[in-house]
C-alpha cells in the first residue's frame, strides 16, 4: 500500500511524475470522508492539505453528528459552542455531557456518532439510601461519576429511576452496573471485602424497563452464585457487571422518549448486603455488542 502511494508522486529515481494524492481535488476527498468513521478521517488528514482540508469540512462533521445534536448542544453554555466548526462540536459532544446536576451524562460515540448515555446511582431514587444503617455513598475512581452506592444490609432491596431525553432514533440496549462486595486500594493493589455480601443468592433480583410509548422488558438474575460468569470470564464477586435489563426502540427524538428502569428484590423474609451500584447504562444495542467483543476500542 505504501510503495503504491509512493508510486504515484515520484518516479523510479525520486523524480516527481503524473498526478498524485495532492492533485485530488478537496471536494472529492470529502466525499470520500463521509464514507469513514472521525478517527480514519483524523488519520488521514495528516497526508496533505487537501485531506487536511477536507477532515475539516462543515458538510463532512455534519453527517457524522446525530440528526438532533442540537438538543445535546442546549446542554452545554452557549460560549462554549459558539463559532465553532462542526469538527470542533463533534470533539466537544464526544466527551461526557452532564445534565440533571451532574447526575446523568450523555455523549457520542467517537467512532460512530451515536448517542450514549449514563446515569448515576445519585440520580436514583434508592429506599433507605438517608439511613447510613443501610446505605453509604463510597468515592471511588472505578466510576465515571466517581461515587456509588454501597449497600450493607437491607431487606426492602428497591432502585428506580427515570430519564426523558430526546434520544435520536435506533435501538437501545439499558443495563446496570453492580459489583458485589466492598472493593478498595491496599498497598497499592485493589481489594475486595465480603464482609456484607449475603443473601443474593436466596432470591433473584428482578429487572425492569418501560418507555412512555408503552414498551416493556424485564429479567431476574442470581446476583450472586459459584457458577462460571462466562460472559465477564470471572466469576460475579469482586468485579463490575453489567446486567441487560432489556432493549428498547427510538424511532425519532420527538416525542421525546421517557424511560423508567428499577431493578428490586422485596422479598422481606431475608436481608440482602455488600453490594454496589454504580450506574445505568443506555447504549445502542449494536454498539454494546461491538464493544463488548472488543470490535471497537
Same mark, same amino acid.
Given at each position: 500500500?505504501?510503495?503504491?502511494?509512493?508510486?504515484? *508522486?515520484?518516479?523510479? $529515481?525520486?523524480?516527481?511524475?503524473?498526478?498524485?494524492?495532492?492533485?485530488?481535488?478537496?471536494?472529492?476527498?470529502?466525499?470520500?470522508?463521509?464514507? &469513514?468513521?472521525?478517527?480514519?478521517?483524523?488519520?488521514l488528514?495528516r497526508? $496533505?492539505?487537501?485531506?487536511?482540508?477536507?477532515?475539516s469540512?462543515?458538510?463532512?462533521?455534519?453527517m457524522?453528528?446525530?440528526? $438532533?445534536?442540537?438538543?445535546?448542544?442546549?446542554?452545554?453554555?452557549? /460560549?462554549?459552542?459558539?463559532?465553532?466548526?462542526?469538527?470542533?462540536?463533534?470533539?466537544?459532544?464526544?466527551?461526557?455531557?452532564?445534565?440533571?446536576?451532574?447526575?446523568?451524562?450523555?455523549?457520542?460515540?467517537?467512532?460512530t456518532g451515536?448517542?450514549?448515555?449514563?446515569?448515576?446511582?445519585?440520580?436514583?431514587? #434508592?429506599?433507605g439510601?438517608?439511613?447510613?444503617?443501610?446505605?453509604?455513598?463510597?468515592?471511588?475512581?472505578?466510576s465515571?461519576?466517581?461515587?456509588v452506592? @454501597?449497600?450493607?444490609?437491607?431487606w426492602?432491596f428497591e432502585?428506580?429511576?427515570?430519564?426523558?431525553?430526546?434520544?435520536p432514533a435506533?435501538? @437501545?440496549t439499558?443495563?446496570?452496573?453492580l459489583? &458485589?462486595?466492598?472493593?478498595?486500594?491496599?498497598?497499592?493493589?485493589?481489594?475486595?471485602?465480603?464482609?456484607h455480601?449475603h443473601?443474593?443468592d436466596?432470591?433473584?433480583? *428482578?429487572?425492569?424497563?418501560?418507555?412512555?410509548?408503552?414498551? &416493556?422488558?424485564?429479567?431476574?438474575h @442470581?446476583?450472586d452464585?459459584?457458577?462460571?460468569d @462466562?460472559?465477564?470470564? $470471572?466469576?460475579?464477586?469482586?468485579?463490575?457487571?453489567?446486567?441487560k435489563?432489556? /432493549?428498547f #426502540?427510538?424511532?425519532?427524538?420527538?416525542?421525546? *422518549? /421517557?424511560?423508567?428502569?428499577?431493578?428490586?428484590?422485596i422479598?422481606? *423474609?431475608h436481608?440482602?448486603g455488600?453490594l454496589?451500584?454504580?450506574?445505568?447504562?443506555?447504549?445502542?444495542?449494536?454498539?454494546? /455488542?461491538?464493544?463488548?467483543?472488543?470490535?471497537?476500542?
Amino acid at each position: 500500500m505504501g510503495a503504491s502511494l509512493s508510486n504515484l *508522486t515520484e518516479g523510479s $529515481n525520486g523524480t516527481a511524475m503524473g498526478p498524485g494524492l495532492g492533485d485530488i481535488p478537496e471536494s472529492c476527498v470529502a466525499c470520500v470522508f463521509t464514507y &469513514l468513521t472521525p478517527p480514519e478521517i483524523c488519520n488521514l488528514a495528516r497526508l $496533505n492539505r487537501a485531506f487536511r482540508g477536507a477532515a475539516s469540512s462543515d458538510s463532512v462533521w455534519e453527517m457524522k453528528l446525530p440528526s $438532533n445534536y442540537q438538543d445535546l448542544l442546549d446542554l452545554v453554555p452557549p /460560549e462554549r459552542y459558539q463559532n465553532l466548526s462542526k469538527k470542533d462540536i463533534f470533539a466537544l459532544l464526544s466527551r461526557p455531557v452532564p445534565f440533571d446536576d451532574g447526575n446523568k451524562e450523555v455523549w457520542l460515540d467517537r467512532v460512530t456518532g451515536r448517542v450514549c448515555m449514563a446515569i448515576s446511582a445519585k440520580g436514583m431514587a #434508592i429506599t433507605g439510601i438517608d439511613d447510613r444503617r443501610y446505605w453509604n455513598w463510597v468515592s471511588t475512581e472505578e466510576s465515571r461519576f466517581h461515587t456509588v452506592a @454501597y449497600l450493607q444490609q437491607i431487606w426492602w432491596f428497591e432502585v428506580d429511576g427515570v430519564v426523558k431525553f430526546p434520544l435520536p432514533a435506533d435501538i @437501545y440496549t439499558l443495563s446496570f452496573r453492580l459489583h &458485589l462486595g466492598r472493593f478498595s486500594k491496599r498497598l497499592g493493589r485493589r481489594v475486595s471485602s465480603f464482609e456484607h455480601t449475603h443473601g443474593w443468592d436466596i432470591k433473584p433480583v *428482578t429487572f425492569e424497563l418501560s418507555t412512555s410509548d408503552g414498551q &416493556l422488558a424485564s429479567c431476574e438474575h @442470581y446476583l450472586d452464585d459459584t457458577e462460571q460468569d @462466562y460472559d465477564n470470564g $470471572n466469576h460475579k464477586r469482586g468485579c463490575w457487571i453489567d446486567y441487560k435489563v432489556g /432493549e428498547f #426502540i427510538v424511532n425519532d427524538s420527538e416525542p421525546v *422518549t /421517557e424511560v423508567r428502569f428499577s431493578v428490586k428484590q422485596i422479598d422481606c *423474609t431475608h436481608s440482602k448486603g455488600g453490594l454496589c451500584v454504580d450506574s445505568v447504562f443506555i447504549i445502542p444495542t449494536d454498539l454494546k /455488542e461491538h464493544k463488548r467483543k472488543g470490535m471497537l476500542k
